[in-house]
């Protein structure tokens, strides 16, 4: 039997790079040129892969949103695994699945639940 997923592939499939410009130290996601100093040379890094909800784009359906990375860039990102009426603004988020940097579709993030002691409330 043909294996055509290996762990490797399925790991980089959830890992998020990001740009860092050589010049400056800007970070950015699929970007051709620095939005500070302008310059074209780029590193690539791999994100942490954690964020916060920034604000809704589009329609409620679509259920995408502008996430602010922990490295310091902005990226549109799908949120799945909850309605849309759920996510809020300041949530925290981490990829679940990026895209490569040429492929079609947005990253897609989930949210971060903190868990809850277990305490008695009488």
């Given at each position: 039997?043909?294996?055509?997923?290996?762990?490797?592939?399925?790991?980089?499939g959830?890992?998020?790079?990001?740009?860092?410009?050589?010049?400056?130290?800007?970070?950015?996601?699929?970007?051709?040129y620095?939005?500070?100093?302008?310059?074209?040379?780029?590193?690539?890094?791999?994100?942490?892969?954690?964020?916060?909800?920034?604000?809704?784009n589009?329609?409620v359906?679509?259920?995408?949103?502008?996430?602010?990375m922990?490295?310091?860039?902005?990226?549109?990102?799908?949120?799945?695994?909850?309605?849309?009426?759920?996510?809020?603004?300041?949530?925290?988020?981490?990829?679940v699945?990026?895209?490569?940097?040429?492929g079609?579709?947005?990253?897609v993030?989930?949210?971060?639940?903190?868990?809850?002691?277990?305490?008695?409330?009488w």
């Amino acid at each position: 039997m043909l294996q055509t997923e290996t762990r490797e592939e399925t790991e980089l499939g959830k890992s998020l790079f990001f740009q860092r410009c050589l010049w400056c130290g800007t970070p950015a996601y699929r970007r051709s040129y620095c939005r500070a100093c302008g310059a074209v040379a780029f590193g690539r890094e791999r994100s942490a892969g954690a964020g916060v909800v920034v604000r809704r784009n589009g329609q409620v359906q679509q259920n995408t949103w502008f996430v602010a990375m922990d490295e310091g860039f902005n990226l549109l990102c799908q949120v799945t695994g909850t309605a849309p009426v759920v996510v809020a603004v300041g949530a925290r988020v981490t990829v679940v699945r990026a895209v490569a940097p040429h492929g079609q579709g947005l990253p897609v993030v989930e949210l971060i639940h903190p868990e809850t002691p277990l305490r008695q409330w009488w």
